[in-house]
Every structure is written in C-alpha cells, then in structure tokens.
C-alpha cells in the first residue's frame, strides 16, 4: 500500500496572526504578512481580551475596560509595526472571551495559518511555551506558526 502524501487545497482563509499587549507584536506581524504573502491570502490581525480584575490582574500588563480600548491597542500594534505598502490586505479583529485560547481555537476553523508567540512572559527558558500557546498546539483547525518571543534590548528607540 502506497503512502503518497495527498495534494494540499490551496490555501483561502487568512492568516490569523493572534497579538497580545507584549512585546512581541512586530514579530508576529511581520512573520503574518511574510505568510499571507506566499500564501496569496489576506491576514486578519487579532486581539482576545477578557474582563480584568485590579489589582488581581496576572494576565495582562494593560488592562482594558472596554471593547474600544481593546481596539486602540489593536490599531496601535498594526500602525505602528506595518505600512502601508505592506501586503497583503491586513483585517483586524477584536474579540472578548474570557478563554482567549479558546476563541483562537474556534477562529482557526475559517484560517490558513495561526501565527502566535511562544509565550507572552518569561518565567521560564527562553524556550518555553506560554498558557495559550500549549492550550493551542495540536488542538487547532489550520496548521500554527510558533513565533519565539523576542528579547528586548537594553535602551528600546521611540517609547
């Protein structure tokens, strides 16, 4: 019996690039557009946040109030990491859930690609996935592009 590998369906849905208020923004999105690139898809820039709790708040460094404070952060990554003669076509989306890696779960059903970072904190090795990142592994609809988080240098320009 023959164990050719079946032809792929060439690739419709975006790229889902998932973002969080870290410091990993313009790595996933430049790695997002690289891939809707090749693939000849849009990518959809995405932002899940939930209700936070001050001064209980372990899961976020900004807290946000409300569905348009969420969006200005959104807004800011994507401006301020991509330009304008950067293609492909970039969607934006933000969504509230408590369970972000749950939403992201059910978003890369319509996707191509989920671009997200290994991990928005260093607790650990440089190396080790986030919460979100192992609740998605091996769970999700489209194949994942882990992005390894980058460090940042010691003075960083235009604060």
Do not use: K
Request: with cysteine; glycine share 8%; proline share 8%.
């Amino acid at each position: 019996m023959s164990t050719a590998t079946m032809p792929q369906p060439p690739a419709t849905g975006p790229v889902l690039v998932a973002v969080d208020d870290d410091d990993n923004a313009e790595s996933l999105l430049l790695r997002g557009r690289e891939e809707a690139g090749r693939l000849g898809v849009p990518m959809r820039v995405t932002y899940v946040w939930s209700h936070c709790r001050p001064p209980a708040c372990t899961h976020h460094r900004r807290c946000h109030r409300n569905l348009g404070e969420a969006s200005r952060l959104l807004n800011t990554l994507v401006d301020e990491h991509l330009t304008e003669e950067d293609l492909p076509p970039v969607e934006r989306d933000v969504l509230h859930d408590e369970d972000p890696a749950g939403a992201l779960l059910e978003l890369s059903s319509g996707a191509s690609l989920l671009v997200i970072g290994s991990a928005s904190e260093t607790h650990g090795p440089d190396d080790a996935l986030g919460d979100t990142c192992r609740a998605l592994v091996g769970r999700t609809r489209c194949p994942v592009a882990v992005v390894r988080r980058r460090h940042l240098a010691a003075t960083r320009v235009g604060w």
